[in-house]
């Protein structure tokens, strides 16, 4: 079952690119790693999510090296709404059942 | 496209009560989770439905029950309500169960949240 670990917490200014890496050492073959935002009192939000190489949507980039060991959320020109609390969230497959494990999370924020 | 719905949003029990969550999923989505998520805890899962079926349990004791219905729909319910049941209860839905060659199909989208207070 893969472990996952990330920084409790990072600070930010506004406009600058924000790197948040997860540590996932026992990832297996099959495995996906989603990373999700959450804000105070919400549920997650789904950022993106991918298995290998690099994957970009309109909001995020994530990068896996080659060993999958690892994972790096960016964020592009951060503003103070991107403050939150970011979860990296690895997903496999333990015979019929889905195997979840989900990082402890990382408080990125945002400062003027 | 309507996401994942959760009633209520805030409750407040007393200890040895029990409470219903409910949980409708995104149209077409047919698994159904849920999450315990606690300060001190982090996000823990409680379990998994698929086709009505309990497809996975986390570490939870008995007091924590689930089901899902024919239409997809999901309700978690805690029984003898201690104060440490206080918490955030999320409900995620996926379009499938399980089937890690079909990466995005397999995305958990998570609704608000149903807040429980024990007192």
């Known amino acids: 079952l893969a472990k996952t670990t990330q920084p409790i917490s990072m600070d930010s200014y506004e406009g600058q690119e924000v790197n948040i890496t997860c540590s996932h050492n026992?990832?297996?073959?099959?495995?996906?790693i989603t990373w999700y935002q959450q804000f105070p009192s919400q549920g997650p939000r789904f950022i993106i999510q991918?298995?290998?190489t690099k994957v970009t949507n309109e909001v995020a980039s994530l990068f896996i090296p080659a060993d999958r060991k690892s994972s790096t959320l960016s964020l592009p020109r951060v503003s103070l709404s991107d403050t939150a609390v970011y979860y990296c969230?690895?997903?496999?497959?333990?015979?019929?059942?889905?195997?979840?494990?989900f990082g402890s999370g990382t408080q990125l924020t945002v400062l003027p | 496209k309507a996401g994942v719905t959760q009633t209520p949003r805030y409750l407040i029990k007393t200890r040895g009560q029990q409470v219903t969550l409910s949980c409708s999923p995104i149209?077409?989505?047919?698994?159904v989770s849920w999450y315990q998520q606690t300060p001190g805890q982090g996000l823990q899962f409680l379990f998994e439905?698929?086709?009505?079926?309990?497809?996975n349990k986390g570490n939870f004791p008995g007091r924590f029950s689930g089901r899902q219905f024919s239409n997809s729909r999901s309700e978690m319910n805690v029984s003898t309500l201690e104060l440490g049941d206080s918490a955030l209860y999320l409900c995620?839905?996926?379009?499938?169960?399980?089937?890690?060659?079909?990466?995005?199909?397999?995305?958990?989208?998570f609704g608000e949240g149903s807040w429980l207070t024990v007192v």
């Open positions: 026992n990832i297996a073959t099959n495995d996906y």
């Open positions: 995620a839905s996926s379009l499938v169960f399980p089937d890690l060659s079909k990466e995005s199909g397999n995305t958990i989208y």
């Open positions: 149209s077409g989505h047919r698994s």
């Open positions: 439905y698929f086709s009505e079926t309990q497809r």
């Open positions: 991918g298995y290998k």
């Open positions: 969230l690895v997903v496999g497959k333990s015979g019929s059942a889905r195997q979840l494990t």
